[in-house]
């Protein structure tokens, strides 16, 4: 990688108050602010460099920064364009913006649903020279949403349900894999639809670590930490009117409890069984597969006297239903996205190539079904949600109206009613608002939905 003039890429010393150490130069030139810069990062974009760095992200101007919802945060955060990608930057200390990177490339690694690091730069100064705060940079996750965003006026308790029952699947699948997260909310979670649920991605890592394995105490205080902030931020919603009136916050934040609780006893604890009912070890496989998740090895363990079977699986990944669609397809989704996909592809096959190859018969459902779908989108229409969640909206609102005109609908005219009746009316979850008026900034950055800013 070529390094541009002016800027180091090593990770130095900071203190620079330590004998021996050069002071740092005072700058008075935006060129001479970016000569200071320190970036780390895996690799490199050069429009990184074109942002103003010698500004504070309060300061920074419009024509730098992308109007998208932001959750609550005890730092400065906003997102800005890099070159053609998006990015959001934090503002914080030179310890943390380094430890959550890290962290973040570890749980990349690992596969868990996280936002991706792009890098820490520090180093940072003004034009008087004076010293600014460090910041982590992330790339900003297509089409996800902060919890408050992801409602128009007034949240819904079954909207509600969903996003915790997602909560608790991130934190099952990020205890699996021995990460205790320490700041567990809504806040620090974005959301992508999928399939009439939602997908959770962690999106601050600063507080958590790492561990070959976590014990029960671990989990259990990470799970009493998620009740009481969810509990917290839905008594937010419920005082500013944002929520339904039926809704209990506190009750509404033991849900997650169970929640996790369900589900992490699905896939890790002993099952036992009587020999001649050998057949629970493929249902128990099955279920865990239906749950999204694979298994890398069962212990299979008999009784002293052989009358009785204990089976413990080993989950070591989710998105069961994610590599299948992948393998056979070549189409990357969401997890319940693949899953209902799957499902058409496998009736489509049983309709009209029964004997036909899996593969062959995939190939046939991706151009026959898959791409028309995608492809009779409207290009103004094309921000609104993602294409599998497009067509997975469009495959439920076939089999509506099929059931609601009692005949079967064709695919053309399905496509065509769900454009003009749904899709349409929907607001664009991937736009991108460069030059916003002040109203829809300020809308923006206390967590309001684009709903709000039609609204007024």
């Given amino acids: 990688m070529t390094e541009p003039a002016g800027a180091s890429w090593r990770d130095e010393p900071t203190d620079y108050e330590q004998p021996g150490k050069l002071p740092r130069l005072k700058t008075s030139t935006p060129e001479k602010a970016l000569a200071s810069l320190n970036i780390t990062a895996a690799?490199?974009?050069?429009?990184?460099?074109?942002?103003?760095w010698h500004l504070p992200l309060e300061d920074w101007p419009k024509e730098n920064l992308a109007a998208l919802p932001r959750g609550i945060s005890r730092h400065v955060v906003r997102f800005a364009r890099m070159g053609d990608a998006l990015i959001a930057i934090k503002?914080?200390?030179e310890h943390v913006a380094r430890q959550e990177y890290h962290m973040l490339r570890k749980l990349r690694r690992l596969n868990v649903p996280s936002v991706a690091p792009v890098a820490v730069i520090t180093g940072r100064y003004d034009t008087e020279g004076n010293e600014l705060q460090p910041v982590l940079v992330t790339r900003h996750l297509r089409f996800s949403l902060p919890y408050r965003a992801v409602f128009s006026q007034t949240l819904r308790e079954v909207t509600l349900t969903r996003l915790i029952d997602a909560q608790a699947l991130l934190l099952v699948r990020l205890h699996l894999a021995g990460f205790y997260w320490g700041d567990v909310s809504l806040s620090n979670t974005l959301f992508r639809r999928d399939a009439g649920a939602f997908a959770a991605y962690l999106v601050d890592a600063e507080t958590g670590e790492l561990y070959p394995e976590l014990s029960r105490g671990q989990r259990e205080y990470d799970l009493e930490i998620a009740r009481v902030n969810i509990a917290g931020e839905l008594m937010d919603l419920a005082e500013g009117g944002l929520i339904e009136e039926s809704v209990d916050p506190l009750a509404t934040s033991e849900r997650i409890m169970d929640s996790y609780r369900n589900l992490w006893a699905e896939l890790t604890e002993?099952?036992?069984?009587?020999?001649?009912?050998?057949?629970?070890v493929n249902a128990r496989i099955r279920r865990l597969n239906d749950l999204g998740f694979d298994v890398d090895e069962l212990t299979i363990k008999t009784t002293a006297d052989g009358t009785q079977v204990q089976l413990q699986p080993k989950v070591v990944d989710a998105g069961h239903h994610q590599r299948r669609l992948l393998r056979l397809t070549g189409l990357d989704a969401q997890e319940n996205q693949a899953r209902r996909l799957l499902n058409d592809m496998d009736s489509y096959r049983a309709d009209n190539n029964p004997d036909l190859d899996e593969?062959?018969?995939a190939h046939l459902w991706?151009?026959?079904?898959f791409e028309p779908i995608v492809k009779s989108v409207p290009r103004e229409l094309g921000s609104k949600l993602e294409q599998a969640e497009v067509v997975h909206e469009v495959l439920e609102h076939r089999w509506y109206m099929s059931e609601k005109e009692n005949r079967n609908v064709p695919l053309a005219e399905a496509v065509q009613s769900y454009m003009d009746t749904v899709l349409r009316h929907r607001r664009d979850e991937a736009a991108i608002?460069?030059?916003t008026d002040t109203r829809t900034m300020n809308i923006l950055e206390s967590g309001g939905s684009p709903e709000q800013m039609a609204d007024g």
């Avoid at 991706?366 to 079904?369: A, I, M």
């Fill in 43 to 52: 690799s490199m974009d050069p429009a990184l460099l074109d942002l103003p």
């Fill in 91 to 93: 503002e914080t200390s």
């Fill in 270 to 280: 002993k099952e036992s069984f009587e020999l001649g009912e050998r057949w629970r």
């Fill in 359 to 361: 593969e062959l018969s």
């Fill in 366 to 369: 991706v151009t026959q079904v």
């Fill in 433 to 435: 608002l460069l030059s």
